[in-house]
Structures are given as structure tokens and as C-alpha cells.
């Protein structure tokens, strides 16, 4: 099933999903805070959907001023969801959260305490026949 309404023009000219589409009612509702949150759980989806094809990693990538090792290792963990999907803890999903807000100063922003856990993340893959 094609997830074309969840495509827009990233930074980087690749296709990734909007993040608003995530949301009901959209982001506009969490202002400034949670925008972290938002960003990377779009970004982190866009990840796991595409590392076993071609285009992996938008969350840590050439924008990313993150040291090559936090880059490899985030890979690594994108694969392993991409593998099985019970590999997405929110205890790790924290620890890249924050990570991604350090070295993204573009996408910085207090996290939204409602916004800790991937929950949209989590309805769409578990909804989905891909995984």
C-alpha cells in the first residue's frame, strides 16, 4: 500500500514522511515544544522503512554534526527494528531522542513530555503488513 500521504521534500531532496500526518490534528498544536519529538520520530520512521533498501539514516545524517560512531550505531539499531519491530523500546528510543536533539540544533526543542514515547510510530507499524 503506497504511503504517499506521508511524503513531502526533506532537507536532503529525498522523499520523507510529513509530520503532520502522524499526529491528529497535527503538530501545530505542540508549538515550539516537541519539536524534537516530532522530527525524530518522523525521521525515525522514514529510517526504518528504508535501511534495508537505500537511504538510511535522515536522522543522523550528513546534516547531523553527530561523531561517525553515534551515526554507525544508530544504523545499527534502525536495522535491528526494521528486523522485528519489538526491537523499538521507548527506554531506546529515549536515549536516541535525546541524542537527536543534541546534534541537531536546527530541530532543537524541550521534549514534550506527552510526545516521549513513539506512539504514532508504534500505531503505524503495528498496524502495518510490513512488519
Known sequence: MPISIFLSSGDDGRKAPRADAFYP???????TTGKVNIE????????????????CCSAF?????????????????????????????????TSWLKLFNQYHPKYSSPVHSDLKAPEALYSIIYSSSCF
Open 61 to 93: 545524517n550528513d546534516y547531523s554534526n553527530a561523531p561517525g560512531n553515534i551515526k554507525t550505531q544508530y544504523r545499527n539499531w534502525v536495522e535491528k527494528i526494521a528486523e522485528n519491530p519489538n526491537e523499538l523500546t521507548s527506554q531506546d528510543y
Open 25 to 31: 490534528g497535527g503538530t501545530s498544536q505542540y508549538g
Open 40 to 55: 525524530f520520530e518522523a525521521k525515525l520512521y522514514k529510517d526504518v522503512t528504508t535501511v534495508l533498501d537505500i537511504s
